[in-house]
DNA sequence: TGACGTACTTACCTGTGGGTGGGTACCCCA
DNA sequence: TGGGGTACCCACCCACAGGTAAGTACGTCA
């Protein structure tokens, strides 16, 4: 597999999430599909401003593998597929709040821009 | 620098504590830390088995910028330097406590190994 | 007298994370 | 009739994260 060779040995939890989070757009996949429930391939890319098919798709599969989203395709043409957080998806993002919470504090310390992300 | 141009634009605070914590031994750093409350820089060595010198000086260098940790140096022969966590890190440290803990359950779930950390 | 420890610095090298861009099979709409 | 949308796959490429190894100035211990 040309991907990732993770689950290695750990040295704590953390590591272990890590792990798994890390990935230049899979915290942003992770709040998208836990704001939106479900999302199509489509709406993920749109949603993810700068994001490359290849990285939204390798990540998505990663993904998949770790347990944390869900991939439901429908025999349709053309193609639709339908990406969903597991319950292991959102207790992780459950998880990443207070991350996040300490996140939005430091970016208000030291007054670093954001990204405009509007629907 | 040969570092990092980091503290860009984010997209939200996953991101932003994303960018702070990503590196292989940094919340390594940051757990050891604040389990010993201070450690001397041969300490962090011996207490990450595998790190390499270059990078646990990079990553100290990367977040003593970042705020997080304090560099304290004794003027002596031989050098002395006591790394500690600012409060910042503290209070970092404090909000991936969810997230370990998320990861410990996962390191259970899929049954991985787990590196011995004995001091 | 020389091996070892302290806290680094510097140079060099490699693996891979991620980007670019093209192709595919099919359908809808103008 | 052809341009655009769907959800991908594939080949190629590059920057950089991270590893290896050597050197440094000084002190202690055997």
């Keep these: ?3 990732s060779a993770r689950r290695g040995p750990y040295f704590c939890g953390i590591d272990a999430a890590m792990d798994v989070v890390s990935g230049k757009w899979k915290s ?4 998208e599909l836990n704001n939106y429930g479900t999302r199509r391939f489509a709406e993920l890319r749109r949603g ?19 347990g944390l989203v869900h991939r439901e395709v429908y025999r349709e043409v053309p193609p639709k597929v339908e990406y969903s957080l597991t319950e292991d ?8 709040s207070s991350l996040g919470r300490w996140g939005t504090e430091r970016i208000k310390r030291i007054g670093a821009e954001k990204v405009d992300l509007s629907p």
């Design 1 to 3: 597999m040309a991907t």
């Design 28 to 31: 942003l996949i992770l709040w």
């Design 48 to 66: 993810l401003p700068g994001v490359s098919e290849k990285m939204l798709i390798q990540h998505l599969r990663e993904m998949e593998e770790d």
């Design 89 to 96: 998806g959102v207790s992780l993002n459950a998880a990443l």
